[in-house]
């Protein structure tokens, strides 16, 4: 399938835009009146713009919501000759930002969209406005980051497989078939809610990685953590209390089988003591699609507070 254009029966009815500024073609979404304040959605594994599908068209009404595709995930291109760590994707994020000289940004983080984003903070805090995490790590230069990473690897079955499979050397078989077994990765790493699966939500996820060679971004977030490639960016000390008097709020599926909340939200508290947490019983990690009318309601409520 080519999704370059489909709406996945009207679920994703925004105009596609490109750019080529990160070095390769990315996919975004920008809806909104172009002087709104900015609101950047910023998606993990293995999904892509498509989780923020209930967001959009609400805080597009009054926001400019630009939601990028990462390389390798969605409707962006997949690179053969690219490396896919989280330092790239850093670095791709901060040339689509600069590229399109967004200012007043909102970060809307899910899933490794956390790192990604706190990245784009760290480099750049003086564009950033608000903070919100949605089962997302927020790194920033904590000491205790990586026990925190490796002491949820013990417990998590994603990253547990990770780690097996790339042992076993499986891992890039496994993922190369992402278009097939897309529902069970999402399963594997906490998708509660069963009444939205249909063909065509199941074709929205697991199209973008219709065979091995589309599969490579997938595959190089799950390898990098299995081969200690991926590099956190550190803020300098400018850039840390810069970030830390912005308003922030988290937002946490207490049934994440993926991230545990004792594990990374005292990331959050450690850079927004202050900031409110709301937990969410019975939602997993993917709480855009397991609660998507009130997780969509407290970042409205949140940045209209704010």
């Known amino acids: ?126 564009r950033i406005r608000r903070v919100i995490t949605a089962n997302a790590p927020t790194p920033f230069g904590q000491p205790d980051l990586l026990d925190r990473v490796m002491a949820n690897a013990c417990t998590s079955p994603w990253f547990q497989w990770i780690t097996q499979a790339d042992a076993k050397g499986s ?44 599969c490579l971004g997938a595959i190089g977030w799950a390898q990098g953590f299995a081969v200690g490639a991926h590099r956190f960016e550190a803020p300098d000390a400018a850039a840390s209390q810069a970030i830390r008097s912005k308003p922030a709020l988290a937002i946490w599926g207490e049934a994440d089988r993926t991230l545990g909340a004792e594990h990374f939200l005292p990331l959050f508290t450690a850079i927004f003591p202050a900031a409110q947490i709301i937990r969410l019983p019975d939602v997993g990690h993917y709480c855009f699609e397991d609660a998507p009318d009130t997780v969509t309601a407290l970042i409205t409520d949140f940045i209209r507070q704010s």
């Open 171 to 214: 891992l890039e078989a496994v993922l190369g078939q992402l278009g097939f077994n897309i529902l069970s990765a999402l399963k594997l790493n906490g998708f509660e809610n069963n009444a939205i699966i249909s063909d065509g939500w199941i074709s929205a996820y697991g199209s973008p990685f219709a065979d091995p060679a589309d």
């Open 1 to 126: 399938m080519n999704i370059s254009d489909t709406t996945f029966g009207g679920t994703f009815p925004f105009a596609p835009h490109y750019t080529h500024a990160p070095g390769f073609r990315m996919h975004y979404v920008d809806e909104g009146p172009r002087d709104g304040e900015v609101v950047l959605c910023l998606h993990g594994e293995p999904t892509w713009g498509y989780l923020f599908r209930h967001l959009i068209p609400v805080l597009s009404q009054t926001h400019r919501v630009i939601v990028p595709d990462h390389m390798g995930f969605g409707r962006s291109e997949t690179p053969q000759d690219r490396t896919y760590w989280l330092q790239d994707h850093i670095d791709n994020l901060e040339r689509f930002v600069l590229a399109l000289d967004l200012h007043e940004i909102t970060l809307v983080m899910h899933d490794f969209g956390g790192p990604v984003g706190m990245g784009l903070a760290a480099r750049h805090a003086d």
